[in-house]
């Protein structure tokens, strides 16, 4: 068992002083130095049959523990649960209450654990013995072989794969696909040329729904060519009014007249709202059209009563009296929407789902709903029902019941699976009953209706079925390698699961050593390949090509037979032991460091006045520690000598003073080196040297103390004052002289003061676009007592705000500056550094907007030359910031930057601002909680975002415009 607590063993060393010789070191000294010494063995007693290996579980049994194992079989090859290592007895097991041979027994011992057993070199448990003993041969063909790729039984209908949350896409296509009008004009539309369009995916959907021979249908291309994402639930009625819409534009563009208005002569219907004035009896009409029928419902509502309802009669009183324009004013008045004509098919949306103050809810009540229908005098036939399954809005299921006119009969389609009534378990309508059945349903999401009428199918185009035979050979081959790969894993199965099997009878020893990563990769082996496989040495082998004792925590100790077995698997295992250099090295130096204890004892004793030499300080502080035990004093980081070979100086802080017998006795150790009295004087020539530096820098000291009421004046007046002169001082040169005043320049002068007064009289730089300093009057004569009563004087005044197109506070400056003079110096650079400022205090994000920007208030500096582009600048705030190109919007002067533009053409001078706003795509359309939902992002919606740097790109795209990611599919 690990030590309590699970905290590393550390190599065990304790041996030390018992050894006197490095002959003495044997191999329990090597191995209780790898740390593979004392560990008691964690429950693992498997006595298994590897004569048979079947398909069946092995009933595994033991102490408590994950993974713990303690099997026996008995004689006659049944397998019960053993005795524990305690001695006790295992539990009573008879009839039907007992534990049959086909269950895996597993009893935890909460003491052993992955992670608390990790380093115990006698734990045998999670290598992936589990998994050996749990896993039957179907579930191992069915992770190797995959999932069977199903042909399509003859008479059955062809189900739709669900890639993750798509149902809803699912049971609309399922719908509009038995549409035989609509399935014609999607054929006769397409073109075979436009294989990147949603029209082409759907027309091939269609064609292999009809013809292809596989059970279930892959709809990832037409998905993926929309921009959807899988794994986002979308509502199925609005997926189905924004995808009619997209293909009603590709009809539109047809040259065939039927085609360009086939939708609209299937779906559309027209209503009449009509507005009469009580008053004066007026009445106003107006006609718009309609695709679908929204109808809100009460409980237990029929259809008819939802229609009677929404085209009732409302009257407009009150606050929300109706504008005559007879009367020229407010009247009451009835308002009345009746549908004009109806379309042959029928599309009636109830309204399940509901806004409320918590959110989007669901109506659960039961509707009930006929398989006729009478409108406007013309009898409709149900045709397709779309069912809700689930008790939230934010989630659940879409299915559909849809009549095949084709067959002649009602299909249940619910993604991959697609049935008749008589197999499901809910109740459904009988088309072709004379009784008008009514069903009850608390589900039901949307209703299709359509006229009686014969329509003739049609095949889909020679281009488009061609590519469904080619699948379907595909299938076949597919098939055809599937069973003979699942011949080849049936066959190894046996072979690799009695090599590990009888490892795993013969497993617990000490007498070898083996990596643990072996035995886990051999117990994870799931091919012949993967069993035969060179060992894993160089994890837990030092230089001398033995086991390193550092990482026995890497290792296990087995039985001779269990490395005997391993041997045959893993060419090129061989025996190891802990490295004998090694464990003498570590021996040595954990030696020498008790020693060094002893010696620094000693030297304390002997280090007492008269204390006539000295030392390095820094390194008679390593010494103590013991980290000095190959550098001299003499050593170049710790000397006290100079380039002259005489005593460099003499300073307390650098060096200590230690007797004549302490230091004779660090000699004796280390060997003879020379060193300093304590009375030896310092250098003559250095002192000189030091001497005139020190003038020097006493000198620049003194100026700088006298030039502090210069950085007073400033900063007594850093807070702004409107309407007050102040003199400006130039931020160049304000900055090059704080510099001077932290260090002298290499000729220790002071800088010069230059104030930017152009030929012109005016300024080479605008105090309205770089922030100055500023001083009052008594500032400005300190200053020109110490730079000359000449300097030009600019005086400038403050205001609340920027003038328009300024970025200072400072709105007067005398004398102003000179356009021309400015424009040239600040082009006038090889390199120079331009600030990026991201966002703006006070920025906010802003819900409902598709981007938006996070205030960052942090300025970073960027060194430019004229040919940097604005590329580059992204590139290096993504590296300092973080922040993806793609991410960030740069502005100069407002104007946004495009990534080509070079800081030349752009006209971007020294010290000037960037603007960086960090962008957050997301998605159109916000709830009321403020999450990005629908089908924002979409070429629903007309655009579609890019999956792997989610840039929105215009719809039919081929790649997208920033990373050229091709994420439309042929």
């Given at each position: 068992m690990p030590p309590k607590g699970g905290k590393k063993r550390p190599g065990d060393y304790d041996w030390i002083h018992q050894v006197s010789e490095p002959n003495q070191i044997g191999p329990i000294h090597r191995r209780r130095a790898a740390g593979l010494e004392g560990w008691a063995q964690c429950p693992f007693n498997p006595s298994l049959n590897t004569t048979a290996v079947s398909s069946r579980p092995i009933a595994v049994g033991g102490r408590q523990g994950k993974g713990a194992i303690n099997t026996q079989t008995n004689q006659n090859g049944s397998r019960h649960q053993g005795p524990s290592s305690d001695g006790a007895p295992p539990p009573a097991k008879s009839g039907a209450s007992g534990t049959s041979d086909d269950e895996i027994i597993v009893i935890k011992d909460s003491r052993c654990q992955k992670k608390r057993c990790a380093r115990n070199p006698r734990c045998y448990n999670h290598l992936g013995v589990e998994e050996v003993l749990s896993e039957t041969k179907e579930s191992y063909l069915a992770r190797m072989v995959g999932e069977a790729q199903g042909k399509r039984e003859e008479g059955r209908a062809a189900g739709l794969r669900n890639l993750g949350a798509t149902c809803y896409a699912n049971a609309f296509l399922q719908v509009w696909f038995r549409n035989i009008q609509f399935r014609n004009g999607v054929y006769a539309a397409v073109q075979s040329s436009?294989?990147?369009?949603?029209?082409?995916?759907?027309?091939?959907?269609?064609?292999?729904?009809?013809?292809?021979?596989?059970?279930?249908?892959?709809?990832?291309?037409?998905?993926?060519?929309?921009?959807?994402?899988?794994?986002?639930?979308?509502?199925?009625?609005?997926?189905?009014?924004?995808?009619?819409?997209?293909?009603?534009?590709?009809?539109?563009?047809?040259?065939?007249?039927?085609?360009?208005?086939?939708?609209?002569?299937?779906?559309?219907?027209?209503?009449?709202?009509?507005?009469?004035?009580?008053?004066?009896?007026?009445?106003?009409?107006?006609?718009?059209?309609?695709?679908?029928?929204?109808?809100?419902?009460?409980?237990?509502?029929?259809?008819?009563?939802?229609?009677?309802?929404?085209?009732?009669?409302?009257?407009?009183?009150?606050?929300?009296?109706?504008?005559?324009?007879?009367?020229?004013?407010?009247?009451?008045?009835?308002?009345?929407?009746?549908?004009?004509?109806?379309?042959?098919?029928?599309?009636?949306?109830?309204?399940?789902?509901?806004?409320?103050?918590?959110?989007?809810?669901?109506?659960?009540?039961?509707?009930?709903?006929?398989?006729?229908?009478?409108?406007?005098?013309?009898?409709?036939?149900?045709?397709?029902?779309?069912?809700?399954?689930?008790?939230?809005?934010?989630?659940?299921?879409?299915?559909?019941?849809?009549?095949?006119?084709?067959?002649?009969?009602?299909?249940?389609?619910?993604?991959?699976?697609?049935?008749?009534?008589?197999?499901?378990?809910?109740?459904?309508?009988?088309?072709?009953?004379?009784?008008?059945?009514?069903?009850?349903?608390?589900?039901?999401?949307?209703?299709?209706?359509?006229?009686?009428?014969?329509v003739a199918p049609i095949d889909p185009p020679r281009a488009i079925l061609e590519k469904v035979e080619e699948d379907d050979q595909a299938l076949d081959r597919e098939l055809g390698e599937r069973a003979v790969k699942k011949e080849r894993f049936d066959d190894e199965f046996g072979h690799i699961r009695g090599a590990q099997m009888e490892v795993i009878c013969h497993l617990p020893g000490t007498e070898r050593i083996v990596a643990k990563s072996m035995l886990e990769r051999f117990f994870h082996a799931d091919t012949m390949d993967g069993l035969f496989r060179p060992p894993d040495l160089d994890s837990v082998t030092c230089y001398h090509e033995e086991l390193d004792p550092a990482k026995g925590d890497g290792c296990r100790l087995v039985s001779t037979q269990a490395f005997d077995l391993l041997t045959t698997y893993f060419p090129g295992l061989r025996r190891m032991e802990p490295c004998k250099q090694c464990v003498q090295d570590e021996w040595e130096r954990l030696k020498s460091s008790s020693n060094h204890a002893d010696l620094r004892l000693e030297f304390d004793r002997l280090n007492v006045p008269p204390q006539e030499y000295v030392l390095p300080k820094s390194w008679l502080s390593a010494w103590r520690k013991g980290g000095m035990t190959?550098?001299?004093?003499?050593?170049?980081?710790?000397?006290?000598?100079?380039?002259?070979?005489?005593?460099?100086?003499?300073?307390?802080?650098?060096?200590?003073?230690?007797?004549?017998?302490?230091?004779?006795?660090?000699?004796?150790?280390?060997?003879?080196?020379?060193?300093?009295?304590?009375?030896?004087?310092?250098?003559?020539?250095?002192?000189?040297?030091?001497?005139?530096?020190?003038?020097?820098?006493?000198?620049?000291?003194?100026?700088?103390?006298?030039?502090?009421?210069?950085?007073?004046?400033?900063?007594?007046?850093?807070?702004?004052?409107?309407?007050?002169?102040?003199?400006?001082?130039?931020?160049?040169?304000?900055?090059?002289?704080?510099?001077?005043?932290?260090?002298?320049?290499?000729?220790?002068?002071?800088?010069?003061?230059?104030?930017?007064?152009?030929?012109?009289?005016?300024?080479?730089?605008?105090?309205?676009?770089?922030?100055?300093?500023?001083?009052?009057?008594?500032?400005?004569?300190?200053?020109?007592?110490?730079?000359?009563?000449?300097?030009?004087?600019?005086?400038?005044?403050?205001?609340?705000?920027?003038?328009?197109?300024?970025?200072?506070?400072?709105?007067?400056?005398?004398?102003?500056?000179?356009?021309?003079?400015?424009?040239?110096?600040?082009?006038?650079?090889?390199?120079?550094?331009?600030?990026?400022?991201?966002?703006?205090?006070?920025?906010?994000?802003?819900?409902?907007?598709?981007?938006?920007?996070?205030?960052?208030?942090?300025?970073?500096?960027?060194?430019?030359?004229?040919?940097?582009?604005?590329?580059?600048?992204?590139?290096?705030?993504?590296?300092?910031?973080?922040?993806s190109p793609i991410s960030q919007l740069l502005r100069y002067k407002s104007r946004e930057l495009d990534s080509s533009e070079t800081i030349e053409a752009i006209g971007i001078g020294k010290d000037d601002e960037i603007e960086c706003e960090e962008l957050e795509e997301g998605e159109m359309g916000v709830d009321v909680g403020g999450r990005m939902e629908g089908f924002g992002g979409t070429a629903l919606v007309g655009n579609a975002e890019c999956p792997q740097c989610t840039l929105l790109n215009p719809n039919g795209s081929a790649t997208c415009q920033a990373c050229d990611y091709p994420f439309i599919v042929n």
């Open positions: 436009t294989t990147k369009s949603p029209l082409y995916h759907l027309a091939m959907i269609f064609a292999s729904l009809q013809y292809s021979g596989r059970a279930v249908v892959d709809p990832t291309p037409l998905i993926e060519s929309l921009g959807l994402k899988k794994n986002d639930q979308q509502d199925a009625a609005e997926f189905s009014k924004l995808f009619t819409s997209l293909i009603a534009d590709a009809f539109a563009r047809h040259s065939d007249p039927s085609l360009k208005s086939l939708l609209n002569d299937m779906f559309q219907g027209k209503m009449e709202h009509s507005t009469t004035c009580i008053h004066c009896r007026t009445t106003s009409r107006r006609t718009e059209s309609f695709l679908e029928l929204d109808l809100n419902f009460k409980n237990n509502d029929t259809i008819e009563q939802c229609l009677a309802r929404s085209f009732a009669p409302e009257k407009l009183e009150g606050d929300n009296r109706y504008h005559c324009q007879n009367c020229h004013s407010l009247q009451d008045a009835t308002r009345k929407s009746k549908p004009v004509t109806f379309p042959p098919v029928l599309n009636l949306t109830l309204m399940r789902f509901r806004y409320t103050a918590s959110g989007r809810v669901k109506n659960k009540a039961n509707i009930k709903y006929g398989k006729q229908l009478k409108l406007g005098g013309v009898k409709y036939r149900l045709y397709a029902a779309v069912v809700h399954v689930g008790a939230s809005a934010l989630h659940g299921h879409f299915k559909c019941d849809v009549f095949d006119e084709q067959a002649e009969q009602w299909l249940v389609c619910n993604d991959e699976v697609v049935e008749t009534p008589q197999k499901s378990k809910k109740r459904k309508v009988d088309a072709k009953s004379e009784q008008p059945d009514q069903v009850t349903c608390d589900s039901v999401y949307m209703l299709v209706y359509k006229r009686d009428s014969e190959t550098k001299l004093p003499t050593h170049p980081e710790h000397t006290l000598f100079c380039d002259h070979g005489a005593r460099f100086e003499n300073d307390p802080k650098t060096q200590v003073t230690v007797s004549a017998a302490s230091l004779a006795l660090i000699q004796s150790v280390l060997g003879d080196f020379p060193a300093f009295k304590a009375d030896e004087p310092i250098c003559a020539t250095c002192a000189k040297s030091r001497a005139g530096n020190e003038d020097a820098l006493e000198q620049w000291q003194a100026q700088v103390k006298d030039e502090r009421v210069i950085g007073k004046a400033v900063r007594a007046h850093s807070a702004m004052v409107f309407g007050q002169e102040f003199w400006a001082l130039p931020k160049t040169w304000w900055r090059a002289w704080e510099k001077w005043c932290k260090n002298p320049l290499p000729e220790g002068k002071r800088v010069e003061l230059d104030m930017g007064v152009c030929e012109h009289g005016g300024l080479n730089w605008d105090p309205m676009m770089e922030w100055p300093k500023w001083v009052d009057e008594g500032g400005w004569t300190e200053i020109k007592q110490r730079y000359g009563e000449d300097q030009p004087e600019v005086i400038i005044k403050l205001g609340a705000n920027p003038l328009p197109g300024k970025r200072t506070n400072v709105v007067e400056v005398t004398p102003p500056a000179c356009p021309d003079c400015c424009e040239k110096r600040s082009l006038d650079f090889t390199k120079a550094t331009v600030r990026i400022v991201f966002g703006r205090e006070g920025e906010e994000k802003t819900m409902g907007s598709r981007r938006g920007t996070r205030s960052k208030a942090k300025v970073q500096e960027v060194e430019v030359t004229k040919n940097t582009t604005v590329k580059d600048i992204k590139l290096e705030i993504c590296a300092v910031k973080g922040i």
